[in-house]
């Protein structure tokens, strides 16, 4: 055989092996796919509402963390129709501790847009997905897979992954992202022409488990540290694998940390209760519940956010807690001092608070850094 006829034969090859990836993933699929409280079985078509559901509440937020919230959501408002009539302060209160609370907040807009302008059904195409509250270019495209079978892929961090190892990806993230998410597309069982919708008893339209396939693929095997390569459906033609750094994918510009920032928390006993105001509806944690608190400010100095102490009939004498609590938001650090006192039972809470049994906090929509606040306000 000529040099040229070798080379054309390798050619052939590895364009039969790049054919033939969708299928032997959604082989691997079929044999060890997830169970997850939001995933349809085999054969059982996708709910919408489950699958907008858990895509939102996985934004940013581990499997692990949100089957609980899931199961209390769907205990709770088990369709769209139910969530859409319920008020925004008990989603907020149900979401309490999952962190990233304008997504409660898009979640509730979302139900009630749903619900009122679309007659509880969920647009089915990406288009129509997008123009929801909450819902951007990876959910909508997400869902349109998942719950409706259109032929998209969206790319999270798992297939982010097994893609950038697939195909040794150089550009840093996230600067790699559009050749990722192109790459990534090829990966489609492609089983249909176009955006055509799914036929009944067309058992050949796979656009959502070939997703779900790479999500779980990333999340069992391709791991971020120390992949089962051996088990990979992929392995033959994994080019990180062959050159033997695929732990060294996805390439990541290095990680600034924003500047730490300082306030202080302010929290108040009467009895039995506890003072408690709701931030604006607007911006970080919005509408959530807190004890008062001082501007969260870098380099600010305890004296200067003592003076934002709220203002009490009859004054207060503070008491500084020993220790800091401590907390990440995603853009900065945060130090809050926690300042107490106790007041007279017929103190007035100040314009915009309220008094809050302590025993009822739990019913609060208190995000995590207020609980650590409380918790070491109230301790000895």
């Known amino acids: 055989m000529s040099l040229s006829g070798a080379a054309t034969k390798r050619k052939k090859a590895r364009e039969h092996q790049a054919a033939s990836r969708p299928a032997r993933l959604l082989d691997w699929y079929d044999r060890h796919r997830r169970r997850l409280p939001w995933r349809a079985a085999a054969g059982e078509r996708p709910d919408p509402y489950r699958v907008w559901l858990s895509e939102i509440m996985l934004q940013q937020t581990g499997v692990k963390t949100v089957g609980p919230y899931f199961e209390k959501f769907l205990a709770r408002w088990p369709d769209v129709t139910a969530l859409g009539r319920a008020s925004l302060d008990d989603v907020l209160r149900m979401w309490a501790g999952l962190g990233y609370y304008s997504r409660a907040r898009n979640l509730h807009a979302c139900a009630v847009a749903v619900l009122r302008e679309h007659g509880a059904t969920f647009p089915d195409t990406e288009e129509g ?9 990876y959910t909508a495209s997400a869902i349109a897979a998942i719950a409706f079978d259109r032929r998209t892929m969206p790319v999270d961090g798992n297939i982010e992954r097994v893609v950038s190892r697939l195909y040794a990806v150089e550009e840093e993230l996230p600067q790699a992202k559009p050749r990722i998410q192109e790459l990534a597309a090829t990966l489609l069982a492609d089983t249909r022409a176009g955006d055509e919708k799914p036929r009944a008893g067309d058992e050949k339209s ?11 693929l990333g999340s069992s095997i391709c791991t971020p540290r120390k992949p089962a390569c051996a088990l990979c459906p992929l392995n033959d033609d994994c080019a990180a694998r062959a050159r033997g750094d695929q732990e ?3 390439r990541k510009a290095p990680k600034k940390s924003g500047e730490l920032r300082r306030g202080a928390a302010f929290v108040v006993t009467r009895g039995g209760e506890i003072l408690l105001r709701s931030r604006p509806e607007k911006g970080l944690l919005g509408g959530m519940s807190e004890v008062p608190g001082s501007d969260w400010l870098a380099g600010q100095e305890d004296k200067a956010a003592l003076k934002q102490a709220p203002e009490l009939n009859g004054g207060a004498r503070w008491r500084r807690k020993a220790g800091v609590v401590t907390h990440v938001f995603t853009h900065f650090p945060l130090e809050l001092v926690v300042y107490t006192t106790k007041v007279p039972a017929r103190t007035r ?6 008094w809050v049994p302590v025993a009822t906090l739990a019913d609060e929509a208190l995000p995590n850094v207020m609980r650590k606040a409380i918790v070491h306000g109230l301790g000895e």
């Open 349 to 354: 809470a100040p314009a915009g608070m309220r």
């Open 129 to 137: 997905l997008r123009t929801l509250p909450g819902i951007g270019p």
């Open 248 to 250: 060294t994918f996805p």
């Open 206 to 216: 796979r656009a959502g488990d070939s997703a779900q396939a790479l999500m779980d």
